[in-house]
């Protein structure tokens, strides 16, 4: 064995289970598992959370389009995004919500509220933020993923965070920020009622802030967070549950970062009824509170972030709200925040009213791979060895599947503890070991091992020993793999790590309560890591904010923050996994959709979504030889929706473009065996998501599109059936 092989820990487990799924398929519909009833959201063919249901399972039981007539449908309206200020690459992550008649949606970087006509999509009402130098600040703008609703005192209200992180309450029918509600914002422009400085709750009691007063500075509600203390934004809408408003937090990507300090992304809960704050989750414990431990060093005072880039789902029936998170300041190098960092990249589950953790589980420890967790918690009803367990299921962008039950949090299926490389970095920290599911089996199986012979690529058998010989200059390892100093003297060229998940922030998850089924999009990819290091103590310099440019646009700036730097950070070269020709060392698999039978735990179905890029079906190296489909570009993006699994094409962060001649279609598949029964045509390639309501009778289905390459804005385009 050379030091990249092992042996993979389950032999035989994946075989076995393809013929598993196979036969779960092929079984006739009475045999196939039902599961437990739905979390509210699309009760009478309404839409009222991001994710449909509280639950976030993006499915409808809607019906009045199905296999028979889904070839039929047409476009009612399109909805452009433009008409409303610049768009950021014509991208947009905003699923509208159907509520009580009307669509809800946000658009643009400036986050305009929209309340759109169901029926034809003519614009009732917008609302937007008067600007603020916390708004140009803010590295996400153009990332908003849309709004909250709930019913107060008998009136619809719907909720929005900003970018410059303020919380609004509008009244639903109107769009007028609601009167007696929240706190005055002292801003000109602003409106002195249905408003909420978040900053301000975000940075009282907060040590560095109180040092920060005590040395004579104030507080400016323009500018937010100070420089050198942090900034603070939003990504994901609040959700409401039982009467509190829970709001959530996003930063500055950890990845582009080399300052040491920020503000943490505390959650915070408000009354839905009055804007008052109720309470404030620490997502970086304190001294005496759980998981203060984990953080060495003292880092626990002076280091930030750990942001909710997710939605969050929540059980109003257990009274808890369910968030994931992301790691803490500077990604590439942790050896300044020593421990495993809780509640860094964790499922939380908090009572809503209190704000208490009820229970957590970290998913990963130290996060050096920014393995954020991207998407939000999936929660319904499975029947597991004949038991009923109210779920929650976490995907990630390693391609693991966490499944817990959502009222105690125990693992539905043991996970164990692997021991992963370690850092040679000095100074640096590493987790001794990191958390792996038994079971399911991962969305992609390398992230089992990684790169064992069984997924080096094997078109031909010269092309299979070339790859073998290139690999055995590298130590591979399967997820937690991390970046080595540039100066190292290891025998081997780099360290190369593997993962199947792909980042599905773009492209969520989504599932189906009354089968048990989950759908998933996932992409493999093996990489060797650039090197680090040290940076001397120099950081270099981003401009606190750019401004508009020519277009009239806010770039999506990266603001600095903190005053200390890392010692170590990317710059010192790499040495990459390298190629054949352009044919990558191992199989591809560039474009794939599975589903998994949660009650069970088994892989259903895994199909390739789109056809093998051009670049490997015609390459030189495989004249003559037929090469397996190993999907096309973009993304996979679905809705389940009745019987069926509505599906599409999506682009990857707004950048990735599909191929001129690839066809821009909606497809209805089979949701036993991902079969395309009927497809209709789309302007565009998907973004995102898509969602489904019921409006005076006529069923809708809503689709976010939008791609430079075919000349289209970030746009809402409906269909239903010829009336």
């Given at each position: 064995m050379?030091?990249?092989?092992?042996?993979?820990?389950?032999?035989?487990?994946?075989?076995?289970?393809?013929?598993?799924?196979?036969?779960?398929?092929?079984?006739?519909?009475?045999?196939?598992?039902?599961?437990?009833?739905?979390?509210?959201?699309?009760?009478?063919?309404?839409?009222?959370?991001?994710?449909?249901?509280?639950?976030?399972?993006?499915?409808?039981?809607?019906?009045?389009?199905?296999?028979?007539?889904?070839?039929?449908?047409?476009?009612?309206?399109?909805w452009?995004?433009?008409?409303?200020?610049?768009n950021?690459?014509?991208?947009?992550?905003?699923?509208?919500?159907?509520?009580?008649?009307?669509?809800?949606?946000v658009?643009?970087?400036?986050?305009?509220?929209?309340?759109?006509?169901?029926?034809?999509?003519?614009?009732?009402?917008?609302?937007?933020?008067?600007?603020?130098?916390?708004?140009?600040?803010?590295?996400?703008?153009?990332?908003?993923?849309?709004?909250?609703?709930?019913?107060?005192?008998?009136?619809?209200?719907?909720?929005?965070?900003?970018?410059?992180?303020?919380?609004?309450?509008?009244?639903?029918?109107?769009?007028?920020?609601?009167?007696?509600?929240?706190?005055?914002?002292?801003?000109?422009?602003?409106?002195?009622?249905?408003?909420?400085?978040?900053?301000?709750?975000?940075?009282?009691?907060?040590?560095?802030?109180?040092?920060?007063?005590?040395?004579?500075?104030?507080?400016?509600?323009?500018?937010?967070?100070?420089?050198?203390?942090?900034?603070?934004?939003?990504?994901?809408?609040?959700?409401?549950?039982?009467?509190?408003?829970?709001?959530?937090?996003?930063?500055?990507?950890?990845?582009?970062?080399?300052r040491?300090?920020?503000?943490?992304?505390?959650?915070?809960?408000?009354?839905?009824?009055?804007?008052?704050?109720?309470?404030?989750?620490?997502?970086?414990?304190?001294?005496?509170?759980?998981?203060?431990?984990?953080?060495?060093?003292?880092?626990?005072?002076?280091?930030?972030?750990?942001?909710?880039?997710?939605?969050?789902?929540?059980?109003?029936?257990?009274?808890?709200?369910?968030?994931?998170?992301?790691?803490?300041?500077?990604?590439?190098?942790?050896?300044?925040?020593?421990?495993?960092?809780?509640?860094?990249?964790?499922?939380?589950?908090?009572?809503?009213?209190?704000?208490?953790?009820?229970?957590?589980?970290?998913?990963?420890?130290?996060?050096?791979?920014?393995?954020?967790?991207?998407?939000a918690?999936?929660?319904?009803?499975?029947?597991?060895?004949g038991?009923?367990?109210?779920?929650?299921?976490?995907?990630?962008?390693?391609?693991?599947?966490?499944?817990?039950?959502?009222?105690?949090?125990?693992?539905i299926?043991?996970?164990e503890?692997?021991?992963?490389?370690?850092?040679?970095?000095?100074?640096?920290?590493?987790?001794?070991?990191?958390?792996?599911?038994?079971?399911?089996?991962?969305?992609?199986?390398?992230?089992?091992?990684?790169?064992?012979?069984?997924?080096v690529?094997?078109?031909?058998?010269?092309?299979?020993?070339?790859?073998?010989?290139?690999l055995?200059?590298?130590r591979?390892?399967?997820?937690?793999?991390?970046?080595?100093?540039?100066?190292?003297?290891?025998?081997?060229?780099?360290?190369?790590?593997?993962?199947?998940?792909?980042?599905?922030?773009?492209?969520?998850?989504?599932?189906?309560?009354?089968?048990?089924?989950?759908?998933?999009?996932?992409?493999?990819?093996?990489?060797?890591?650039?090197?680090?290091?040290?940076?001397?103590?120099?950081?270099?310099?981003?401009?606190?904010?750019?401004?508009?440019?020519?277009?009239?646009?806010?770039?999506?700036?990266?603001?600095?923050?903190?005053?200390?730097?890392?010692?170590?950070?990317?710059?010192?070269?790499?040495?990459?996994?390298?190629?054949?020709?352009?044919?990558?060392?191992?199989?591809?698999?560039?474009?794939?959709?599975?589903?998994?039978?949660?009650?069970?735990?088994?892989?259903?179905?895994?199909?390739?979504?789109?056809?093998?890029?051009?670049?490997?079906?015609n390459?030189?190296?495989?004249?003559?030889?037929?090469?397996?489909?190993?999907?096309?570009?973009?993304?996979?993006?679905?809705?389940?929706?009745?019987?069926?699994?509505?599906?599409?094409?999506?682009?990857?962060?707004?950048?990735?473009?599909?191929?001129?001649?690839?066809?821009?279609?909606?497809?209805?598949?089979?949701?036993?065996?991902?079969?395309?029964?009927?497809?209709?045509?789309?302007?565009?390639?998907?973004?995102?998501?898509?969602?489904?309501?019921?409006?005076?009778g006529?069923?809708?289905?809503?689709?976010?599109?939008?791609?430079?390459?075919?000349?289209?804005?970030?746009?809402?385009?409906?269909?239903?059936?010829?009336?």
């Amino acid at each position: 064995m050379t030091r990249w092989q092992r042996e993979p820990r389950f032999p035989g487990r994946i075989s076995l289970l393809l013929c598993l799924g196979l036969a779960f398929a092929m079984a006739p519909t009475s045999t196939r598992i039902a599961s437990g009833q739905q979390l509210p959201g699309t009760e009478n063919g309404e839409w009222r959370y991001l994710g449909g249901d509280a639950g976030h399972t993006r499915a409808s039981t809607l019906d009045q389009i199905n296999a028979d007539n889904f070839a039929d449908l047409e476009v009612a309206w399109i909805w452009r995004s433009d008409n409303f200020g610049p768009n950021i690459d014509y991208f947009s992550r905003s699923t509208p919500i159907y509520v009580d008649g009307m669509l809800y949606t946000v658009a643009t970087t400036r986050r305009q509220v929209v309340a759109i006509d169901p029926a034809s999509g003519e614009t009732l009402w917008t609302f937007r933020e008067p600007e603020s130098i916390r708004h140009l600040r803010s590295p996400r703008q153009a990332y908003g993923k849309g709004v909250a609703y709930a019913e107060v005192d008998g009136r619809g209200v719907i909720y929005v965070t900003t970018p410059g992180f303020f919380l609004w309450a509008l009244d639903a029918k109107t769009g007028i920020p609601l009167e007696d509600w929240g706190t005055p914002i002292p801003l000109d422009g602003f409106s002195q009622t249905g408003g909420v400085d978040l900053v301000a709750d975000l940075l009282n009691e907060w040590g560095p802030w109180e040092d920060y007063v005590a040395e004579g500075g104030t507080y400016d509600p323009d500018y937010g967070v100070p420089r050198e203390l942090g900034m603070v934004t939003s990504s994901s809408p609040p959700i409401v549950v039982n009467g509190v408003v829970v709001v959530l937090a996003g930063h500055e990507p950890s990845y582009g970062q080399t300052r040491m300090e920020n503000i943490p992304g505390d959650i915070m809960g408000f009354d839905a009824r009055t804007g008052e704050k109720l309470w404030k989750f620490h997502m970086i414990p304190r001294p005496g509170e759980f998981g203060h431990e984990t953080w060495e060093s003292d880092a626990w005072y002076w280091s930030g972030d750990m942001s909710q880039w997710a939605p969050a789902s929540a059980d109003p029936e257990l009274g808890l709200v369910y968030l994931v998170t992301n790691s803490s300041t500077v990604q590439s190098y942790t050896g300044h925040r020593p421990g495993y960092n809780l509640f860094g990249g964790s499922v939380l589950a908090l009572d809503v009213q209190t704000g208490e953790r009820r229970w957590h589980f970290q998913i990963h420890r130290s996060d050096q791979w920014n393995y954020d967790l991207p998407t939000a918690p999936i929660l319904m009803d499975l029947e597991v060895d004949g038991e009923t367990i109210p779920a929650l299921i976490q995907n990630t962008k390693q391609s693991l599947i966490f499944a817990f039950n959502r009222e105690t949090g125990e693992p539905i299926w043991p996970i164990e503890e692997r021991p992963v490389i370690q850092t040679e970095v000095p100074g640096n920290y590493t987790a001794p070991t990191q958390p792996y599911p038994t079971w399911p089996e991962p969305v992609d199986p390398i992230a089992w091992d990684g790169l064992t012979e069984e997924f080096v690529i094997d078109y031909t058998p010269e092309l299979r020993e070339q790859a073998l010989e290139l690999l055995g200059n590298f130590r591979v390892g399967g997820l937690y793999v991390p970046p080595l100093p540039y100066n190292h003297d290891n025998e081997f060229l780099n360290n190369v790590g593997c993962m199947g998940g792909g980042n599905v922030i773009p492209h969520p998850p989504v599932a189906d309560p009354t089968t048990g089924m989950m759908y998933v999009s996932h992409v493999r990819s093996c990489s060797a890591p650039g090197f680090l290091a040290p940076t001397g103590g120099v950081d270099e310099e981003v401009a606190d904010f750019a401004g508009p440019n020519e277009a009239g646009a806010t770039p999506n700036v990266t603001p600095t923050t903190g005053v200390t730097v890392v010692p170590w950070a990317p710059g010192g070269g790499s040495e990459p996994l390298p190629t054949i020709d352009g044919l990558r060392l191992f199989k591809p698999m560039d474009n794939q959709l599975s589903a998994f039978q949660m009650n069970t735990g088994e892989r259903g179905w895994s199909l390739p979504v789109g056809e093998t890029p051009e670049r490997i079906r015609n390459h030189p190296l495989l004249d003559g030889v037929e090469v397996p489909n190993t999907g096309g570009t973009g993304w996979s993006i679905q809705m389940v929706m009745g019987n069926l699994l509505v599906q599409t094409r999506a682009l990857s962060q707004g950048t990735a473009q599909l191929a001129p001649d690839a066809p821009l279609e909606l497809h209805a598949r089979d949701k036993w065996t991902g079969e395309i029964l009927a497809s209709v045509d789309l302007p565009a390639p998907g973004q995102y998501g898509m969602m489904t309501y019921m409006h005076e009778g006529v069923q809708y289905i809503v689709v976010q599109v939008g791609s430079i390459h075919h000349d289209f804005p970030g746009s809402l385009v409906a269909l239903r059936l010829p009336r």
